[in-house]
């Protein structure tokens, strides 16, 4: 699995970073259906794709059906770097994601399926910024998943399970006086997890449904480790070293609960997920003060003949905690560090999105999917006392996703 995601990095099927998706550092949804419906899927079948959000929706298919799409993805990102300086943007605001998934139907009871996206990352680039102040600060984290999935059906319920194989790379390099990085060398991480998830047809218009997928495991050399000590963050203290403990270097994406209910009413149909999404349990981002999120979309699909239209919103919590960072001990210093990384380097603040979206059947076999997520501005302001003020990120988002869907 490493050599064949080494060679989609090179090749640069996935060399830009995410920069921060809407759902903390993850993706809302994989695929033009989903998205276009704020994110939903747990409960309401959306094709082979539904892997993504609960292997169990397999179990709904119909025959085969293969789908694959780009997603073009802008962020807009403003910060003040070190205290005093002016709010300026991040130049990595164009990102290309893909995904493709195929499901096929293989007796009245089971389903299988495959699917690849990149589906989590966050960066920015500051590398043409004043570095007095915005410290040629640039960070990239780009995660790829493969899901086999094999799905068990009934007339009045499902289950599935899907092994995760996740793949990451994450660059991290500043100059505040002292390089770090300065190469921009990169460190990948490779992981395994797994998806369950059932779905039960209370009637044939009501279906409700759940889903656990585990954490996954990731350590990415010592970027951030190493970053730290640029930061004074190194143990005795003396010689440019503070006292204060460094960071650790794991970076686990963590565990997701989610549950969800979908009801169709003629050609109205109707979903509505809840899912939290446990950063605060996860080694790395619970060490940065990254705390448990939870997330509420709702989405809206009505399908005519040949065709289909969608809406949706998606509500996320701001999962990053800000720390006291004013009275100049160690543990202030540090808290100070943590501050300035996760709202300059990584400013995953992003709260709603709302989205549109169709698809057309162009023959019997062969359709096009589109969807449109704008997520808008949000601004937090951290303290870091210990570097003579606060610092001050803006964030907003758009998306902009073309698929295809071939059914045989």
């Keep these: 699995m490493k050599k064949i995601m080494n060679a989609l990095f090179a090749a640069g099927v996935l060399a830009s970073p995410l920069a921060m998706a809407t759902n903390g550092d993850e993706m809302m949804a994989v695929g033009s259906q989903s998205s276009a419906l704020g994110g939903t899927g747990v409960a309401n079948f959306i094709g082979a794709e539904s892997a993504w959000a609960n292997p169990a929706m397999l179990g709904k298919s119909v025959g085969a059906e293969i789908t694959g799409g780009l997603s073009l993805f802008k962020p807009e990102v403003t910060n003040t ?20 998934s195929y499901s096929r139907r293989i007796s009245d009871k089971l389903t299988y399926g495959i699917a690849m996206a990149g589906i989590a990352g966050m960066g920015v680039d500051y590398k043409n910024d004043p570095p007095a102040t915005h410290l040629k600060a640039k960070t990239s984290l780009s995660i790829l998943r ?73 350590k990415y050399g010592t970027q951030i480790s190493g970053a730290s000590i640029g930061f004074g963050l190194c143990q005795p203290a003396g010689g440019g070293c503070t006292g204060a403990a460094p960071f650790g270097d794991d970076l686990n994406q963590p565990a997701e609960i989610k549950a969800g209910v979908a009801y169709t009413v003629s050609s109205i149909t109707v979903a509505a997920d809840y899912k939290s999404i446990q950063w605060g349990n996860a080694a790395g981002y619970k060490d940065f003060a990254w705390k448990n999120q939870s997330v509420t979309s709702i989405g809206a699909k009505y399908a005519g003949t040949g065709y289909w239209l969608g809406a949706g919103y998606n509500h996320a919590k701001d999962p990053i905690g800000t720390l006291p960072a004013a009275s100049g001990t160690n543990a202030e210093y540090r808290n100070a560090a943590i501050n300035i990384f996760n709202n300059m380097f990584f400013p995953a603040i992003v709260k709603n999105s709302y989205s549109l979206g169709g698809g057309y059947d162009l023959s019997k076999v062969l359709a096009v999917e589109g969807a449109w997520v704008y997520s808008p501005e949000v601004n937090k302001v951290v303290d870091v006392a210990n570097f003579g003020g606060t610092n001050t990120s803006t964030h907003s988002q758009s998306s902009y996703l073309l698929s295809l869907r071939y059914k045989f």
């Design 146 to 218: 493969i899901l086999p999935t094999i799905a068990y059906n009934d007339s009045v319920y499902g289950i599935g399970f899907s092994p995760i194989l996740q793949y990451g790379s994450l660059i991290l390099t500043y100059n505040n006086g002292q390089p770090y990085n300065a190469a921009e060398k990169k460190d990948t991480s490779a992981g395994v997890g797994y998806s369950l998830g059932g779905y039960y047809n209370v009637s044939s218009a009501l279906t409700v449904a759940a889903v656990y997928q585990s954490k996954i495991s990731a």
């Design 81 to 100: 770097g070190m205290p005093g300086g002016p709010a300026l943007g991040s130049s990595a605001n164009v990102n290309y994601i893909p995904d493709v």
